[in-house]
């Protein structure tokens, strides 16, 4: 018995296993004993034959799928470099900055405030005076129990007992049982719509349990008043509740001033009184805040973005050197391979496009490429750079705007689709124009909101949005739009992985749809390798049993005439 093969898991003549996803009859069963040639053998040679092409699609397949691999890997390393350039991108993400408090009086154990600054905050030294902090507040039971089970001593015939906690916005009346306890108004109070807590201390006398009932809310006008009426209506007569509180503490507003400039807050956590600062005033007394650039952490930033950078250009290096005598790399000589060089190189090299300071390269700042395309820190020249002009350097890196004169035009925000330069801006009879700076042509711009404007699309102002205030006629100003590197980086990237026009991106989508018609042509050439092998196998079962019936002949002929020769001889 011969079995011969046609399932498509088969040794390329290519010297490739090739495995194809289409299933067939694993096997052609010809018995062979109808002639002496191995037909097995030439039905397998023959079905072979008729899958040469599939094996060579299966090989452009294999290269296409080596040369899938790393684009998705320039695609992770631009995305790398993207997230670090999208987080960075603005003055909120990129430029740290430090506070600190050092109290007046140096002997003082508490610091009369703990400070923290965002990015927006202004270097500088403010001084801080607090005169009372904010407060909330509290009561106490002036009756003491032995136990926080001990009953409150309601009178079985008092009718409907209360206690009310008066706050205004919060305010809670809390019923009393006949059985009440410590423990069991506690827990009422504490369930109750009351914006406070209540909770038992212990103050180590005979009977040393009490009740203390405390706002969570400081300022004025969250304090509250406790109302325990002194008796209460039974049935047949007045009953006395067994209670009575004293105040222990008013709420009242926190009162600071800084710089001399007074201020009044509800609360002890203030956000609003110095731009981009955090305070928390934890006792009274006065002292400096003083704020500064974080350089640390802004060269951290620059340190970050620079690794992951030379991590995308050591992969194009890799990719784009051929040495003789070695394979030749996988995207050597691809178009997305050069447009993403290119790309880069284009816009780390250049100087900021709009900036205005004396810091306009990444080179002036100490940062340059070496043979290998890979960026280099000279560490002297940057700490040099942070510390004479920090808003220089940052402004290499971030994206922003500055106006001539922002009370009569003045920079709001721009897209990935505006230019980085200098525009002129004027208006005229109610219309507000736009040009890019050494230019003829003027544009006029759309109003998508009242004194809102925004550039035409295509043009180089294209997403650039100013305000103009009301009664602003007759000027002629200049707003200036600074990419910078990160902001530059986001967008370039983002173009070069969009899937309808981006070259990495419709890279992708090309290989792929490529290895997605090379699958169809192995279906379809498959597909027809069956029919033809169960064409193959029908024409060489008849032909074994024509051989077989002839084989048969041939012998009953022999015998018969084996036997006529027999009889002839006697």
Same mark, same amino acid.
């Given at each position: ?6 399932n ?12 194809s ?27 072979? =034959? ?20 790393? =684009?998705?890997?320039?695609?992770d ?13 603005t ?28 990015? /927006? ?42 206690i ?47 009740l ?10 969250n304090?509250?008043?406790l ?11 007045t009953?006395?509740?067994?209670? /009575? ?6 709420? $009242?507003?926190?009162?600071f ?9 509800t ?10 600062i ?37 992969? #194009?290096? $890799? ?11 996988v995207?050597?000589?691809?178009? /997305? ?27 002036? #700042? ?5 043979n ?33 004169d ?10 990935n ?7 002129? #801006? ?5 219309? #507000? ?31 650039l ?10 000027f ?5 739009v ?18 309808t ?12 749809? $490529? ?17 033809k ?7 060489? =079962? ?11 002949q ?5 015998g ?11």
């Open positions: 018995m011969v079995t011969i093969n046609t498509s898991n088969a040794t390329s003549p290519f010297g490739t296993n090739t495995t996803s289409t299933s067939f009859n694993p096997a052609i069963t010809l018995s062979g004993l109808g002639s002496s040639f191995d037909t097995g053998a030439m039905v397998n040679s023959l079905i072979q =034959v008729e899958r040469i092409p599939i094996f060579s699609i299966q090989a452009k397949q294999a290269k296409l799928s080596s040369k899938e691999t790393s =684009v998705l890997q320039m695609k390393l631009l995305k790398t470099v993207q997230t670090t350039a999208e987080k960075f991108r003055e909120i993400g990129f430029n740290s900055k430090a506070a600190s408090f050092t109290n007046s009086d140096t002997s003082a154990t508490t610091k009369v405030a703990d400070v923290t600054a965002s990015s /927006s905050a202004v270097p500088g030294d403010y001084d801080l005076s607090v005169t009372q902090l904010a407060t909330s507040s509290r009561y106490i039971f002036d009756q003491g129990f032995s136990s926080q089970f001990s009953s409150l001593g309601i009178l079985p015939d008092a009718e409907n007992p209360y009310t906690i008066d706050s205004g916005s919060s305010s809670a009346t809390i019923f009393l049982d006949t059985n009440e306890t410590l423990i069991s108004l506690r827990n009422k109070i504490n369930s109750s719509s009351f914006t406070g807590n209540a909770s038992i201390i212990n103050d180590g006398s005979s009977s040393p349990n009490k203390v009932i405390q706002s969570t809310v400081t300022g004025a006008d304090d509250f008043t109302i325990i009426p002194q008796f209460l209506e039974g049935a047949q007569r009953v006395p509740v067994p209670l /009575s509180a004293t105040k222990l503490q008013t709420a $009242q507003d926190a009162i001033t800084v710089d001399g400039t007074s201020f009044t807050k609360t002890n956590e203030v956000t609003d009184a110095l731009a981009g955090t305070l928390n005033l934890n006792t009274t007394g006065s002292g400096t805040i003083k704020v500064v650039a974080d350089d640390t952490n802004t060269k951290s930033t620059i340190e970050q973005f620079v690794t992951d950078y030379n991590q995308l250009a050591s992969f #194009i290096k $890799q990719q784009s050197t051929f040495v003789q005598g070695q394979d030749r790399p995207l050597f000589g691809d178009s /997305s391979l050069r447009s993403v060089e290119m790309a880069m190189k284009s816009i780390i090299n250049n100087k900021v496009t709009g900036s205005v300071y004396n810091y306009d390269s990444l080179a002036s #700042i100490g940062i340059k490429s070496n290998s395309g890979q960026l280099l820190i000279n560490d002297t020249t940057l700490t040099n750079a942070l510390k004479t002009d920090p808003d220089a350097v940052q402004n290499i890196f971030i994206a922003n705007g500055t106006s001539s922002s009370s009569k035009a003045n920079y709001v925000t721009h897209t689709d505006t230019v980085g330069v200098t525009y002129d #801006i004027k208006e005229e009879n109610g219309t #507000i124009y736009v040009k890019t700076s050494g230019t003829n042509t003027w544009d006029e711009m759309t109003s998508p909101l009242t004194n809102y404007y925004r550039g035409k699309t295509g043009k180089n102002e294209d997403g949005l100013i305000y103009v205030p009301s009664g602003q006629t007759g002629n100003e200049t707003v200036t600074n990419r910078g590197i990160f902001d530059a980086l986001n967008a370039k990237i983002a173009d070069l992985l969009d899937s026009s981006g070259s990495v991106g419709l890279r992708e989508k090309g290989i792929s749809k $490529q290895i997605n018609d090379y699958n169809d042509d192995i279906k379809n050439i498959e597909q027809r390798v069956q029919i092998a169960e064409n193959i196998k029908q024409k060489f =079962v008849q032909l074994e049993s024509f051989m077989a019936q002839s084989e048969s041939k012998q009953y002929l022999t018969q005439l084996a036997s006529m020769t027999g009889t002839s001889k006697k």
